[in-house]
């Protein structure tokens, strides 16, 4: 079971737009639309803020979008402010019944 | 108030066993599939097993597989981790997590509630 590629940082100063990418394979990302991104601030629990690639629970900020094209997923935080500055990680379910995370994200403002 | 509490880390020989507890509180917990996921020190997320609402059915990566095993009680809301031959690699914080939806297949669901997890040490 291999980990989902994301990149390692991605930073943005407060107020811009920046975006997570999620690569996965046709047997993850690709093929189903269950990829979900959490945040996790340091020494916190991760907290869910899309789920099946584009939807945001209840009381998650509308800054965050998520979306998917082939075997990438992508998360866009707008607006960009210092409490979004955390580690984010995408998920999706893959054919072996399991789910797979990605490596993690680090996000830095500027 | 919706809430996970881990209990059960510690530290362990190479080789040996822990079992690893989370009492869910504020939903319906036989409702609910639960999986155990885990991070290692300064490292990222790795989901490591699921069960169903019911207990019938159990998942796991294939790191895990044939040393862990996953266990609910929902007469209590509880749910375990039998860890068995543990290894240093296995050296982690482990979080249980509650399933958003009531969906067939734990993996494809989301976890909305998280616990704050339990720390697991193998070191000789």
């Known amino acids: 079971q291999s980990a989902l590629t994301q990149p390692a940082s991605v930073s943005g100063s407060p107020g811009q737009s920046i975006t997570i990418s999620c690569t996965g394979t046709?047997?993850?990302?690709?093929?189903?639309?269950?990829v979900s991104w959490y945040q996790q601030h340091p020494g916190k629990a991760p907290k869910l803020m899309i789920y099946d690639v584009s939807n945001r629970p209840s009381g998650v900020s509308n800054r965050l979008s998520g979306s998917k094209s082939g075997n990438t997923a992508s998360l866009t935080i707008s607006g960009l402010q210092a409490e979004d500055e955390a580690d984010y990680y995408c998920?999706?379910?893959?054919?072996?019944?399991?789910?797979?995370f990605g490596g993690g994200t680090k996000v830095t403002v500027l | 108030e919706v809430q996970l509490l881990e209990s059960g880390g510690g530290s362990v020989q190479p080789g040996g066993s822990l079992r690893l507890s989370c009492a869910a509180s504020?939903?319906?917990?036989?409702?609910?599939?639960m999986s155990w996921v885990r991070q290692a020190p300064g490292k990222g997320l790795e989901w490591v097993s699921a069960?169903?609402?019911?207990?019938?059915?159990?998942y796991y990566a294939d790191s895990v597989k044939g040393r862990f095993t996953i266990s609910r009680d929902n007469s209590k809301n509880t749910l375990y981790l039998q860890m068995n031959s543990l290894r240093a690699e296995d050296t982690a914080m482990f979080y249980c997590?509650?399933?958003?939806?009531?969906?067939?297949?734990?993996?494809?669901?989301?976890?909305?509630?998280w616990g704050q997890g339990t720390m697991v040490t193998v070191s000789s």
């Open positions: 069960i169903s609402g019911s207990g019938g059915s159990a």
């Open positions: 504020g939903f319906t917990f036989n409702n609910y599939a």
């Open positions: 997590a509650k399933a958003t939806f009531l969906r067939v297949v734990p993996a494809t669901d989301a976890f909305d509630i």
């Open positions: 998920s999706s379910y893959t054919s072996s019944t399991t789910l797979a």
């Open positions: 046709s047997s993850d990302v690709g093929g189903y639309d269950y």
